[in-house]
């Protein structure tokens, strides 16, 4: 493959890639060139998935911050080099306003999608500025960009990382190593299935949604291979929303 899209050569490290979001990027990324190192918490997932896609694995709890290091550090020995990460690993925690927050539950919701990604960075950075740069995208969610009265740590954590991608494309920029993040909206995945299946959810979140269906996982991926690729190459800080016109519509 060659053109603006092309990552052969390139080493990718992607968080949360046996399923939905994080494998169809995964494959994504495979597709244009690229060697992936898929991960999950789950060994054994993240072995049956590697070995689906003939790439290394390498499990990994995100919470465990040695095991994040375990993993750039296996990863970039696996890989050869380290020039693209995707840090989606995520969960939604328990829904419901904020007043009836569960403490336990908002440190876990902040620990997997926000701590993570920033401990994953500090180590994943540096070595992809070594190689002469090259990207990172974090998954955030537009939850993190519109208010919501149900939606309480998992859109706080989201918004974070939004942020932290700010942040570290301004502190990474001068070593060539770019920082981006990725909003997706309402996306057809397992997790959603119950939703899907929900009719009067879907009547009402579809007439809020100029396109009038909810997005693909492979819709998303396509946005992490611009952001990764040397189609995006000018760039980063950019929080690249994947919703179907769902952030600007009135609903009309």
Known sequence: MTGLFDLS??????????????RAIAEALIASGAQVVIS??????????????????????????AALERLVGEGEAALGGLDVLVGNAGITGQPGPF???????????????LTAQIVLCNHALPRIARRGGGAAVLISSLSGLRGNGRINAYALSKAGVAQLARNLAVEWGPQ????????????ATELSKPLLENADFMAHRMAM???????????????AVFLASSAGAFVTGHNLVVDGGTLITDGS
């Open 99 to 113: 007043a009836d927050l569960d403490m336990t539950d908002y440190a876990r919701v902040m620990s997997i999608n």
């Open 176 to 187: 060539n190593v770019r920082v981006n993040a990725i909003s997706p909206g309402f996306i």
């Open 209 to 223: 949604t100029p396109l009038r269906r909810p997005g693909t996982p492979a819709e998303v991926a396509g946005a």
């Open 9 to 22: 050569g390139k080493g990718a490290i992607v968080t949360g890639s046996t399923r939905g979001i994080g």
């Open 40 to 65: 999950s918490e789950d060994a054994a997932d993240t072995a049956r998935v590697a070995a689906e896609l003939g790439m290394p694995g390498v499990p990994c709890d995100v919470t465990d911050h």
